[in-house]
């Protein structure tokens, strides 16, 4: 399974950068992963920066990428469906399965609208930068559950 994570922004925090780095370890020993990162765009008008984020999100991605858009108001999943969805995917398709999630003002509409799915993590509000590991830590979770690994509790 092809899965490609894109987000705004480096992860400035060094200590969540360490926790995703440890995820995406944890992950890649599962599944084919990689993690990229376009530059966060600034305008005085936030819905311009979104807009611009937003067309470097898709920009590279292909007609047959499966695209998923995290974004709050998104289908909520708990851990058991999102294992199913990711096992599906898994099991089911041969097209790269790419997540993407905006940066501190959000992610624009020609996202959401290009997307294939949109999910959330949580009705409640996390920085973008938590939501990456958050994001990392459910597939890694989803993964464990579909490959019967001792992790889930």
């Known amino acids: 399974m092809k899965l490609i994570l ?60 499966y695209l998923i858009a995290m ?5 909520p999943l708990n851990t058991e469906g999102f294992a199913r969805f990711i096992a599906d995917r898994r099991e089911y398709s041969l097209k790269r399965t790419v997540f993407v999630l905006g940066g501190p003002d959000g992610l624009s509409q020609t996202v959401r609208n290009r997307s294939q799915r949109v999910i959330s993590l949580s009705s409640m509000t996390f920085s973008h930068e938590i939501a990456r590991l958050l994001l990392l830590e ?13 992790y889930h509790k």
């Not at 995406?24 to 920066?49: C, H, M, N, W, Y």
């Open 138 to 150: 459910q597939i890694y979770r989803a993964f464990t559950l579909v490959h019967r690994i001792p």
């Open 71 to 75: 974004d709050p108001q998104g289908q």
């Open 6 to 65: 894109r987000w705004v922004g480096k992860t400035r925090n060094p200590h969540l950068a360490a926790l995703i780095a440890d995820f995406q370890a944890r992950i890649g020993a599962l599944a084919d992963l990689t993690l990229s990162e376009v530059k966060g765009v600034e305008f005085r008008d936030p819905v311009r920066a979104v807009e611009a984020e937003g067309r470097q999100l898709l920009r590279g991605l292909g007609r047959d990428d």
